[in-house]
Nanobody
Framework: VQLVESGGGLVQPGGSLRLSCAAS????????MSWYRQAPGKERELVAA????????DYADSVKGRFTISRDNAKNTVYLQMNSLKPGDTAVYYC????????WGQGTQVTVSS
């Protein structure tokens, strides 16, 4: 099982980033997918989640209206479009897959700073 995140980086407040997570080694289309984040000194928190078919999504209150999770089951990839970024969004972002077991990626750093 492999989850590989990409797309992180340094962005100014108000900017945008698109994270990608490429999955392999399990049945992606049968798995719910999520993005979590962990800031220094804080616990890991759920940012956004999407059902296996993509029909259902859920977001943390702190990102509603700014972040959008989506998936392409043909490409075994889940995305997180992040707009109107704030310094409080600075964290390591992790991709998670769940199909009875949890699988995690290695994380990608997102830094929002001027």
């Amino acid at each position: 099982v492999q989850l590989v995140e990409s797309g992180g980086g340094l962005v100014q407040p108000g900017g945008s980033l698109r994270l990608s997570c490429a999955a392999s080694g399990f049945t992606f289309s049968s798995s719910a997918m999520s993005w979590y984040r962990q800031a220094p000194g804080k616990e890991r928190e759920l940012v956004a989640a999407i059902s296996s078919a993509g029909g259902g999504t859920d977001y943390a209150d702190s990102v509603k209206g700014r972040f959008t999770i989506s998936r392409d089951n043909a490409k075994n990839t889940v995305y997180l479009q992040m707009n109107s970024l704030k310094p409080g969004d600075t964290a390591v972002y992790y991709c998670n897959a769940y199909n009875g077991r949890h699988y995690w990626g290695q994380g990608t750093q997102v830094t929002v700073s001027s």
